[in-house]
């Protein structure tokens, strides 16, 4: 049968509905039940903290200003310190102000959040993004054993989304993670970070095609795992490497 287009889209309403009745929205900060077309309580959109300008010119996260001095760096401490293999990224949020979020994101199953968080990236650097003219977007691989026990990447979910949304395909058969680090999280210190992403990553395949790449993660704490498949994306000949991610940390 053939609809119109009026027809066709009064139809995608109803059972855009339907669904919303049997799989209520859920705010992606807090978690409550959401009322029919919102996507995230206003109260909770007022909590987050953007990484708004000044940003780092390395990794985009937003550069902190003492009380009564001018500010005048161009790169964060981490980045000053530390020399990355990757040429810019950007961060959305700070991660304090959505760390409850992205648990839930990444450990209770809550994988519809990463619409919000593709939504937002778009909103608030989605030019940028594709001013860089990434050829593909590359999510952070997890570890097999940790894939089967959490049954999914939330790193993929968001690129995927974020492919969806800007036109950019994504591939997540061109590197994996061959040793199950430990999260890093876990591990203090960016030289202990950095021995244990050692050989961490190998690429899947011999001839890697691109020459522009971006790599897409849900949190960026010292920029190891990102320089750590930079590192392999860059032996194979691939010349611009960037990367995104939905939050930031802050020390």
Known sequence: MNFLPEQKEKLKKCADAALTLLYPHRCPLCDRVLAWEERSCPSCERQVVYEDEP????????????????????????????????????????????AHSLYRLKYGGRREYAVWYADQMVRRFGREMLAARPEVLVPVPLHPARRAKRGYNQAEDIARELSR????????????????TPPMKQTDGEQKRRNNLKNAFQLRVNDVKYKRIMIIDD?????????????????????EIFFAAAAGTHR
């Open 219 to 239: 949190i960026y704490t010292s920029g190891s795992t990102v320089d750590a498949i930079a590192e392999e994306f860059r032996r194979a000949g691939v010349r």
């Open 165 to 180: 949304k800007l036109g950019i395909p994504m591939r997540t058969d061109l590197i994996v993670r061959q040793r199950n």
């Open 55 to 98: 940003r780092c010119m390395k990794c985009g996260r937003m550069l902190r200003q003492e009380a009564g001095h001018e500010r005048t760096d161009v790169y964060c401490p981490d980045c000053m310190a530390h020399s990355h293999r990757y040429d810019y990224g950007y961060c959305l949020a700070s991660y304090r102000s959505v």
